[in-house]
């Protein structure tokens, strides 16, 4: 099963939608259970925070999402569902997060239009499956004033200038987010959910429906 947490703060019909195209079957789904027990996983978002945080503790998901990733299992997290996977934020005054990356999710610098929103490049630090058949410094869709800033910077293997280098991929063993939206970036948005999903195991793919 791909499990698309639904927490009352995300993109979910663009996401759904993305996933489905690809000949997927995902389920949209607030169940505990079904988060630790899904093959995969994906964690959108689009919201505060701080909010975030508070519906994912009162639906029991933050402790799923944590067994989850505790097992290696398969997670896509994306734009608000990359940073509230570190350990706090400055956003709203500041807030703690799940804390399965150390780090913190700072403002973006003074100065800059936020939020930074349209397409921007990502730079490749690293080959990984992930991009495959992605050229380097494509354009991807974002939409934040925060972005994600972990302890360990082997962590980061995409980037993209706004103002100075910000995390835009990060990698650690099966969880995978990125700071961009893939579901709203095209051809290329629809290639790296196609690259995540078959990382997870036991998937059937609806030739009729796939888009890829």
Same mark, same amino acid.
């Given at each position: 099963?791909?499990?698309?947490?639904?927490?009352?703060?995300?993109?979910?019909?663009?996401?759904?939608?993305?996933?489905?195209?690809?000949?997927?079957?995902?389920?949209?789904?607030?169940?505990?259970?079904?988060?630790?027990?899904?093959?995969?996983?994906?964690?959108?978002?689009?919201?505060?925070?701080?909010?975030?945080?508070?519906?994912?503790?009162?639906?029991?998901?933050?402790?799923?999402?944590?067994?989850?990733?505790?097992?290696?299992?398969?997670?896509?997290? @994306?734009?608000? *569902?990359?940073? #509230?996977?570190?350990?706090?934020?400055? +956003?709203?005054? !500041?807030?703690?997060? &799940?804390?399965?990356?150390?780090?913190?999710?700072?403002?973006?610098?003074?100065?800059?239009?936020?939020?930074?929103?349209?397409?921007?490049?990502?730079?490749?630090?690293?080959?990984?499956?992930?991009?495959?058949?992605?050229?380097?410094?494509?354009?991807?869709?974002?939409?934040?004033?925060?972005?994600?800033?972990?302890?360990?910077?082997?962590?980061?293997?995409?980037?993209?200038?706004?103002?100075?280098?910000?995390?835009?991929? @990060?990698?650690? *063993?099966?969880? #995978?987010?990125?700071?961009?939206?893939? +579901?709203?970036? !095209?051809?290329?948005? &629809?290639?790296?959910?196609?690259?995540?999903?078959?990382?997870?195991?036991?998937?059937?793919?609806?030739?009729?429906?796939?888009?890829?």
């Amino acid at each position: 099963m791909i499990a698309i947490i639904d927490y009352g703060a995300s993109n979910l019909r663009s996401v759904v939608n993305a996933v489905t195209s690809l000949g997927y079957q995902p389920k949209v789904t607030s169940n505990p259970g079904d988060v630790v027990r899904a093959d995969g996983v994906i964690l959108p978002g689009v919201g505060a925070a701080a909010g975030a945080i508070r519906n994912l503790e009162r639906l029991g998901l933050a402790e799923a999402i944590q067994k989850h990733i505790a097992q290696d299992r398969p997670l896509l997290g @994306i734009c608000l *569902g990359l940073q #509230i996977l570190l350990s706090a934020t400055e +956003e709203g005054g !500041g807030c703690e997060c &799940l804390d399965i990356i150390p780090g913190r999710v700072r403002r973006l610098p003074s100065g800059l239009k936020t939020p930074h929103m349209g397409w921007n490049q990502v730079k490749q630090l690293t080959s990984h499956p992930i991009f495959d058949g992605i050229p380097d410094e494509a354009n991807f869709y974002f939409v934040h004033s925060y972005y994600a800033e972990p302890d360990d910077k082997s962590l980061i293997i995409g980037e993209t200038e706004y103002g100075r280098s910000i995390c835009s991929v @990060i990698v650690r *063993g099966n969880l #995978i987010a990125t700071q961009f939206h893939p +579901e709203k970036s !095209g051809e290329l948005g &629809l290639r790296l959910y196609a690259n995540f999903l078959r990382r997870v195991p036991g998937q059937i793919v609806c030739k009729k429906n796939r888009q890829e």
